[in-house]
């Protein structure tokens, strides 16, 4: 990803300092310069984020789809004053708007529902919810969340189905690599490879009829010696330490009885290398490079929501990794850009880390019951405590399902992974609250390779 950001930064520090005096600053005063442009930036920007708590997880044709809107800025996760009206689409699986609500906000807060005729068809639809602040970035974004809309079998069992649609046959080109049974990519730590450097290289397994796979294989070098193995840990993803030369090695596997050949992203012959260890409430940030690689003074930026909160100057050379380490306490919670910055403005290297949050709140519900008869009374309680375990106050929105005919997957998208992880993640991630349930180091290891 391109930080459009320092792009700008550069072009205002070098028309306003450096090159109007015709001297080259040191690059403590350019990178310093960086750093107050962008957080000048960021604190007469502030960005926004959507998240809308749904009644179900599933619907039917007819059924009336509830939902309450909060709206907070993205970096302090507290409700936004910046917008008023808060845009809510559904969208049909052919890319058409089926309805559409503008949703007045109030200190952040909102409600809103969409009614589901009976004349529509069953499928996939996707709720998406935005502000107008939301698209006026760069990278502009948005609330995303797909529900399957079934359609009742006229009796009294508990049958549903659900349209299909044919593909025009526009719509039929496909890359090539999803033509095929089996695919592996891979994503070297920081966004590239040096020759000579090692380097720890993430991957992804899929297959064209399984979705994500369990896999094991071996790296090896062109001329067919073994390197490394590597096997998947979870969701079909996995990593290995690799050091690459010159000709890029090829990784093997067998998969259903078929073998498959994999050849690595290519190794540039001089470069940096970026990685990262988060352990133990801290990041280590390391920066390598190789000898033909030029010598120059580089920065490491940590940021968050487009605001950096700390940087690190880099002198690398090839004998003498840089590196540095950095409590996470002092900086905020969720995904946090970690970047490798020339004088010259330009990324060479970068990678996301998730910094957890310090003090999580923690709700409980007593007084449920496993079975209620139809219409039933229920009556619950809920706490709201502190991570002390002291009772606090505040609103919640609450939805209530019908266990039999819900979709809920066990770690599905909540608020918690949703203003934290997703909504700053491009693609799908499949059952995103698995990384913090129960969290252990391999959790860790796990959300590491994710991002």
């Not at 689409?89 to 708007?97: M, S």
């Not at 979870?234 to 090829?250: C, I, N, R």
Request: hydrophobic share 35%; aromatic share 12%; with cysteine.
């Amino acid at each position: 990803m391109k930080n459009k950001l320092f792009i700008l930064i550069l072009i205002v520090c070098n028309l306003l300092t450096a090159y109007a005096s015709g001297e080259v600053p040191p690059a403590k005063v350019v990178f310093q310069q960086y750093m107050n442009q962008a957080q000048t930036f960021a604190n007469n920007f502030p960005r926004e984020k959507a998240y809308l708590h749904f009644d179900n997880t599933s619907y039917y044709v007819g059924d009336t789809i509830w939902f309450k809107a909060y709206v907070t800025l993205a970096e302090q996760q507290t409700f936004s004053q910046i917008s008023r009206p808060l845009y809510v689409e559904l969208v049909d699986q052919t890319g058409h708007i089926a309805d559409k609500q503008i949703i007045k906000l109030t200190q952040g807060e909102g409600n809103g529902q969409f009614v589901l005729p009976r004349s529509m068809l069953s499928g996939y639809y996707e709720v998406r919810a935005y502000t107008r602040w939301m698209l006026a970035f760069s990278e502009p974004q948005y609330f995303s969340r797909t529900f399957p809309i079934y359609q009742l079998a006229n009796s009294d069992k508990l049958e549903r189905s659900i349209t299909t649609y044919e593909l025009s046959p526009s719509m039929e080109n496909r890359p090539s690599e999803t033509e095929e049974k089996l695919n592996v990519r891979f994503f070297p730590e920081g966004g590239q490879l040096v020759e000579g450097v090692t380097s720890q290289v993430a991957f992804k397994a899929e297959s064209k009829d399984e979705g994500n796979i369990k896999l094991s294989g071996t790296i090896y070098t062109k001329e067919g010696a073994e390197i490394t193995s590597f096997e998947t840990l979870h969701d079909g993803m996995g990593h290995f330490k690799y050091t690459p030369s010159a000709q890029p090695a090829v990784a093997k596997v067998d998969f259903q009885g078929k073998k498959y050949e994999f050849t690595l992203p290519q190794a540039l012959p001089n470069g940096y290398v970026l990685s990262t260890v988060s352990n133990a409430g801290a990041l280590l940030v390391k920066v390598s490079c190789n000898a033909a690689t030029p010598q120059d003074t580089l920065a490491v930026f940590i940021s968050h929501q487009g605001r950096p909160y700390v940087h690190q100057l880099i002198s690398c050379r090839a004998d003498t990794p840089q590196e540095f380490i950095l409590p996470t306490r002092k900086l905020p919670a969720g995904v946090l850009q970690v970047s490798l910055i020339n004088r010259a403005g330009n990324t060479l290297c970068e990678r996301f880390v998730f910094s957890n949050p310090r003090a999580p709140l923690q709700l409980s519900a007593e007084g449920l019951k496993e079975v209620y008869t139809p219409y039933a009374p229920i009556r619950c309680e809920l706490q709201v405590k502190n991570a002390k375990g002291e009772p606090i106050s505040g609103d919640v929105s609450v939805s209530i399902r019908d266990a039999v005919r819900s979709d809920y997957l066990e770690y599905d998208n909540n608020i918690f992974t949703d203003l934290l992880l997703t909504s700053d993640l491009k693609g799908y991630i499949h059952q995103p609250g698995y990384y913090f349930a129960s969290p252990s180091p391999r959790k860790q290891t796990e959300l590491d390779i994710l991002l």
